[in-house]
């Protein structure tokens, strides 16, 4: 079974809306994080927010959000006021302690931000 | 501080050749990855690395080497190209000192490969 899944291969979105890019996980780890990571045509890999397992709030990080709803497994990044700068891919990943430590990256979403 | 640096950015190589890909860190972190992106794909982890001494295999290993036999340094190695190894690859680090499971990977810019 896939560890993460991302069903959207592309999405687009007007300049200044919000778009919603999804993400499900497979695990029976009590235990890990989900982060999401933004890769632009230049092609390096971007941080751009993370939540652990045992986080109460859902995490934000500027214009980012991430809707974290444990029951169903999902870790859905929210991206607000979407700006032009913003059309890139867009990957989930997560991180099980149980693991020896290792990363589990979804095949991604490509974003393409519409003026 | 670096970060995370890879090299060489690009590289062709002929089927049958042998070649190492280097990758270096210099914020002490103690785990180290080699992952490989296709294009349009996501990134499979190839090998990694908890530490000097200590390597294990990830989700596509084969046709691949690695050693670590210092905390900053993950080189890996490519022994018979092929051209399914057409690919860029990234070297990635993270310190996991606790039960957190915090501590994000840090990335390298990437190798561009290409075997013909």
């Known amino acids: 079974a896939q560890k993460i899944t991302q069903t959207q291969p592309g999405m687009f979105v007007q300049e200044k809306e919000a778009v919603t890019l999804d993400c499900t996980y497979d695990?029976?780890?009590?235990?890990?994080?989900l982060f999401w990571y933004k890769q632009p045509s230049s092609g390096e890999m971007i941080f751009l927010i993370y939540?652990?397992?045992?986080?109460?709030q859902n995490a934000t990080e500027g214009r980012y959000s991430l809707n974290f709803q444990k029951a169903r497994k999902s870790a859905n990044l929210v991206i607000s006021a979407s700006q032009l700068g913003d059309s890139a891919m867009y990957f989930c990943?997560?991180?099980?302690?149980?693991?020896?430590?290792?990363?589990?990256f979804g095949t991604g979403t490509s974003l393409t931000v519409i003026p | 501080n670096a970060g995370v640096t890879q090299t060489p950015k690009f590289r062709i190589l002929k089927i049958g050749q042998s070649m190492t890909l280097q990758c270096a860190q210099d914020m002490n972190h103690n785990y180290m990855y080699w992952y490989r992106q296709d294009p349009g794909m996501g990134l499979k982890l190839i090998y990694y690395?908890?530490?000097?001494?200590?390597?294990d295999k990830g989700e596509v290993p084969n046709g691949y080497n690695v050693s670590r036999s210092t905390t900053e340094d993950f080189p890996l190695r490519l022994e018979l190209a092929a051209p399914s190894q057409t690919s860029v690859y990234f070297c990635?680090?993270?310190?996991?000192?606790?039960?957190?499971?915090?501590?994000?990977?840090?990335f390298g810019p990437g190798t561009r490969l290409t075997v013909l």
């Open positions: 990943a997560m991180r099980e302690i149980g693991t020896g430590n290792q990363f589990y």
């Open positions: 690395s908890v530490g000097a001494g200590i390597t």
């Open positions: 939540q652990g397992s045992y986080d109460q």
């Open positions: 695990t029976s780890d009590p235990s890990y994080g």
């Open positions: 990635a680090s993270s310190y996991y000192g606790s039960q957190s499971s915090y501590n994000e990977q840090f």
